[in-house]
Structure formats: structure tokens, C-alpha cells
């Protein structure tokens, strides 16, 4: 079958690469490449991670994915020229697979997933869109909890948010009481703004410092409550 594909991750057994890659069609999917570690090799060098492609596999009889042909479509450049967009993206990759679960199609994700590619390959702000992916990665996994309603009271939250303890969902003034761990102002407005929008245009929204601020230490927060102490792990030094 031939499948649209984003090489997520890669590693090396042997003379073989393991790879692990978000399709369109089947989710995430852990895909044998055989004899891609060896040079020469029928897939020249295109089997690396970031590689947008298509991708022709198929499964063997005990039920694992094998390539047998890929065609590389965009090795987005302009990322891997600049330090601070490839950390972005390969950030960005490292989290979808390790919090997407294996053949679970999510389709919106791989688009979302492709435009912010795009958007950080042609020059688009790479701290804003990183945070703005991040929000929709966990919208579409459902690990972002209600941005608008207090998880106390039900009340609508417009002005202000708060997150109590560790656990980030977001409470109203009302039912914040003492030592909230974070107060969310011009954030919460940016936070519902990349919520609602679809990536394409989240890159064009205008914001504070103290808004993104307010932003990356809630993120931050959910990115811990999610991953519980998992590090992200960047693959290969030949990227
Ligand atoms: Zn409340």
C-alpha cells in the first residue's frame, strides 16, 4: 500500500532501520526498512526523520510493516539549516510519537502536523508555532483540557485563568482561592485564539511577550502532565 507519510523517528539494528512514522491513512506505524543502514542502498539517503514522502509498504504474514519503496517528497531544507527550527520540528516529531498510539488514524493531526512543517521551513515564527502545534497535537489526542470553563465551577473563564497545584486544567477567579501556581491574562487570550484558528493562521497572530510568556509555562505544565517524566529523545546525529 502506498501511504503519505512523516518519518517521525529512526532507529538502526543491524543493517536495517526501524522507523517510526505518522500516515495519514493508518496513524503511527513502526516500519521495517531493510538494508537502509548499509551504503549504497536501494533508498539512497532519503530514510530520515522529518522527511515528508510516500511511502510504499507492506505487511508481512507476522503482521509487521516493511518499505519496500519511498519517495521523497520534501526534506524541508530550510529547517535543517537553522538550529532553532530543526530543535522546533524534531521536538515536535519526538512528541507526536511518543503520545500518538500505534495505527490510530488521526488525518487533521498529519495535516496539522505537514503545515507546520511548511510553515517553519518558509521562515514562520518557530517559538509561537511550536506552542501553537503542541495545542493542537494535545487537542487532537484529547489531552487539552476546556479553555474556556472553569473545572470547578463550570463558569465561563473570559479574563482570567488559573491553575491550581500541578494539574493544569484552568480555573475561574471565583474558585482559585490561595497559592494558585499560575495566573493566566493576556496568555489565556492567545491560548483560545491558537485553539480556535485553524495552524495555518496561528502563525500570523499577534501577541505579547508576557501573553507567550503565560503561554510556554502552561504548555510547559501539560507537556509534564502528559509525558510524566518521559524525556523526548531526538533521533540520529545525521540529520
Ligand atoms: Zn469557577
Given at each position: 500500500?502506498?501511504?503519505?507519510?512523516?518519518?517521525?523517528?529512526?532507529?538502526?539494528?543491524?543493517?536495517?532501520k526501524i522507523l517510526s512514522?505518522f500516515s495519514r491513512e493508518?496513524?503511527?506505524?513502526?516500519?521495517?526498512?531493510?538494508?537502509?543502514?548499509?551504503?549504497?542502498?536501494?533508498?539512497?539517503?532519503?530514510?530520515?526523520?522529518?522527511?515528508?514522502?510516500?511511502?510504499?509498504?507492506y505487511r508481512s504474514v507476522?503482521?509487521?510493516?516493511?518499505?519496500?519503496?519511498?519517495?521523497?517528497?520534501?526534506?524541508?531544507?530550510?529547517?535543517?539549516?537553522?538550529?532553532?527550527?530543526?530543535?522546533?520540528?524534531?521536538?515536535?516529531?519526538?512528541?507526536?510519537?511518543?503520545?500518538?498510539?500505534?495505527?490510530?488514524?488521526?488525518?487533521?493531526?498529519?495535516?496539522?502536523?505537514?503545515?507546520?512543517?511548511?510553515?517553519?521551513?518558509?521562515?514562520?515564527?518557530?517559538?509561537?508555532?511550536?506552542?501553537?502545534?503542541?495545542?493542537?497535537?494535545?487537542?487532537?489526542?484529547?489531552?487539552?483540557?476546556?479553555?474556556?470553563?472553569?473545572?470547578?465551577?463550570?463558569?465561563?473563564?473570559?479574563?482570567?485563568?488559573?491553575?491550581?497545584?500541578?494539574?493544569?486544567?484552568?480555573?475561574?477567579?471565583?474558585?482559585?482561592?490561595?497559592?494558585?501556581?499560575?495566573?493566566?491574562?493576556?496568555?489565556?487570550?492567545?491560548?483560545?485564539?491558537?485553539?480556535?484558528?485553524?495552524?495555518?493562521?496561528?502563525?500570523?497572530?499577534?501577541?505579547?511577550?508576557?501573553?507567550?510568556?503565560?503561554?510556554?509555562?502552561?504548555?510547559?505544565?501539560?507537556?509534564?502532565?502528559?509525558?510524566?517524566?518521559?524525556?523526548?529523545?531526538?533521533?540520529?546525529?545525521?540529520?
Amino acid at each position: 500500500m502506498r501511504l503519505e507519510t512523516i518519518i517521525l523517528n529512526r532507529k538502526v539494528v543491524r543493517s536495517d532501520k526501524i522507523l517510526s512514522v505518522f500516515s495519514r491513512e493508518l496513524g503511527k506505524i513502526v516500519v521495517v526498512a531493510p538494508g537502509c543502514a548499509k551504503v549504497p542502498n536501494r533508498f539512497g539517503g532519503a530514510i530520515e526523520p522529518l522527511n515528508y514522502g510516500i511511502s510504499n509498504i507492506y505487511r508481512s504474514v507476522g503482521g509487521n510493516f516493511y518499505l519496500r519503496e519511498y519517495e521523497l517528497k520534501k526534506p524541508f531544507w530550510e529547517i535543517r539549516r537553522s538550529l532553532n527550527r530543526l530543535e522546533s520540528a524534531l521536538f515536535i516529531l519526538s512528541l507526536v510519537d511518543k503520545t500518538s498510539p500505534l495505527e490510530l488514524p488521526e488525518p487533521e493531526l498529519f495535516d496539522t502536523l505537514l503545515v507546520f512543517l511548511d510553515l517553519i521551513d518558509s521562515g514562520g515564527d518557530p517559538i509561537l508555532l511550536r506552542y501553537a502545534v503542541i495545542l493542537k497535537i494535545f487537542h487532537f489526542l484529547g489531552f487539552l483540557p476546556s479553555l474556556d470553563t472553569c473545572s470547578s465551577c463550570s463558569g465561563k473563564i473570559s479574563k482570567e485563568a488559573f491553575v491550581k497545584g500541578d494539574t493544569p486544567i484552568l480555573v475561574c477567579g471565583n474558585c482559585a482561592g490561595e497559592g494558585t501556581a499560575l495566573k493566566l491574562t493576556e496568555g489565556l487570550n492567545l491560548l483560545q485564539e491558537m485553539r480556535r484558528k485553524p495552524l495555518a493562521l496561528c502563525g500570523r497572530i499577534k501577541y505579547t511577550s508576557r501573553g507567550l510568556e503565560e503561554v510556554i509555562t502552561y504548555l510547559e505544565m501539560l507537556l509534564r502532565g502528559v509525558l510524566g517524566g518521559v524525556g523526548l529523545e531526538f533521533s540520529g546525529s545525521n540529520i
